[in-house]
């Protein structure tokens, strides 16, 4: 994990993790059926939560697709968000210089 400056409190990280994944990118053919909550480690400041994800091409009675969504912050904004898939990542990452 990350070990950048923060002074945040974790509700306020979780609340711009949450803008940050709602704002997100997956691009095209991506629905986001389910997010788990976050998780963290104390003294850190990346947190990570389960996104369940469906394609376009998949039937209805297909399960969905697990991913991961991350966000990391420095100096009390997020820095970067990206989703990872299998691997690779999945739609745009943001990064804030």
Do not use: R
């Not at 990280?13 to 909550?37: H, K, M, P, R």
């Not at 039937?59 to 969504?69: G, K, N, S, V, Y």
């Amino acid at each position: 994990m990350h070990t950048a400056q923060t002074t945040m409190e974790i509700d306020t990280i979780c609340q711009l993790a949450n803008e940050a994944l709602s704002n997100y990118d997956f691009g095209e053919g991506v629905t986001v059926e389910a997010v788990n909550g976050w998780e963290y480690d104390s003294g850190q400041t990346e947190v990570t939560c389960a996104v369940f994800l469906k394609f376009d091409d998949d039937e209805p009675e297909d399960d969905t697709h697990l991913a991961h969504f991350t966000v990391d912050f420095d100096n009390d904004k997020v820095s970067y968000a990206c989703c990872s898939y299998n691997g690779d990542s999945l739609g745009t990452p943001f990064w804030n210089n």
